[in-house]
């Protein structure tokens, strides 16, 4: 593909991010989108970001774009053994050039595009597929801080019948106020649905965040960590 070319990693920077984690509705559902091989978090919280590259500057070779993804959290960790490590069940990427080359990498790369925009004090990031939204997130927001969160996650894809699991640092300037107001999933026939949040919402406050700039490697650091054994997991202890 022509995307091939680009050398891995590639960086952006100052991307506008909204990260969210919660209790799902339907931890079982959720749980079977894995892979054999792989096993849900303690708590089966689900992760998503929703965020915006506004100009092709900010990317060593992407180019502008907007990307919502989202999945499950694992029993194993990133590199500081505290933060989980995810597996991508879904991915929504307005860039077709972003797209190949995540696909290669084993993430299951669809289409779609995200808004995010803040106006008095909410921010709200939508995310939609076929022009129809599918996702939207409302949160609190204040103003810029002298709060910075640095470190790497860990996500997992499935490449063939192998399991790779990349780090992925990052830096983040955050605001001084972070409160989730709502995560709707706006259309029930769509697979997506099976990671809505359980009711009332039940946010993993830890894992969550707004920042008006967050820059970050995609991906690095890639092992091999098994077989992905076919089929789902089985939720049974």
């Not at 797209?99 to 990031?125: D, F, H, K, M, N």
């Not at 955050?174 to 997506?192: A, G, K, N, R, Y």
Request: hydrophobic residues 40%; aromatic residues 10%; contains cysteine.
């Amino acid at each position: 593909m022509e995307n091939s070319k680009l050398a891995a990693p590639q960086l952006i920077l100052n991307s506008r991010m909204i990260y969210t984690s919660w209790i799902p509705e339907d931890p079982e559902a959720c749980a079977r989108l894995l892979p054999r091989g792989l096993k849900p978090a303690a708590n089966r919280a689900v992760y998503m970001n929703q965020y915006v590259v506004d100009s092709a500057q900010q990317t060593t070779g992407f180019g502008a774009y907007s990307l919502t993804y989202l999945g499950v959290d694992l029993d194993m960790f990133a590199p500081d053994g505290v933060t989980p490590a995810r597996f991508f069940t879904h991915y929504f990427n307005s860039s077709q050039v972003m797209r190949e080359y995540a696909a290669e990498r084993g993430v299951p790369a669809g289409t779609g595009s995200t808004t995010l925009a803040v106006e008095g004090g909410i921010a709200t990031a939508t995310t939609s597929v076929d022009g129809r939204p599918i996702i939207r997130t409302r949160a609190r927001v204040g103003d810029v801080a002298d709060i910075v969160l640095a470190g790497h996650l860990r996500y997992v894809t499935r490449v063939e019948n192998r399991l790779i699991a990349g780090n992925y640092p990052y830096i983040g300037e955050l605001v001084s106020t972070f409160e989730v107001q709502s995560i709707e999933f706006l259309d029930q026939q769509h697979p997506v649905y099976a990671l809505r949040p359980a009711s009332p919402l039940n946010v993993v406050t830890g894992a969550s965040f707004y920042a008006p700039r967050d820059s970050f490697v995609y991906p690095g650091g890639e092992e091999d960590i098994g077989p992905a054994e076919g089929g789902g997991h089985d939720p049974r202890p």
